[in-house]
């Protein structure tokens, strides 16, 4: 595997978790999370927008 590879995984995996834990933490009540839920989803929308763009310039 080569770095673009390994930068990727690593990137789209974060990216992917920290969008997940957003959605669980706006969506779970007895968290009290919400508005910290958004931010953390709009992160990790952001963040896989960023790997969009890393991957179009790889290929």
């Given at each position: 595997m080569s770095k673009a590879?390994?930068?990727t995984l690593v990137l789209g995996t974060?990216?992917?978790l920290?969008?997940?834990?957003?959605m669980c933490m706006c969506m779970?009540?007895?968290w009290h999370a919400f508005t910290q839920?958004?931010?953390a989803g709009?992160?990790?929308i952001a963040l896989l927008l960023g790997?969009?763009?890393l991957i179009k310039g790889v290929k």
């Open positions: 590879n390994d930068t974060v990216s992917t920290v969008f997940a834990l957003g779970i009540e007895r839920g958004i931010i709009v992160i990790g790997l969009a763009s």
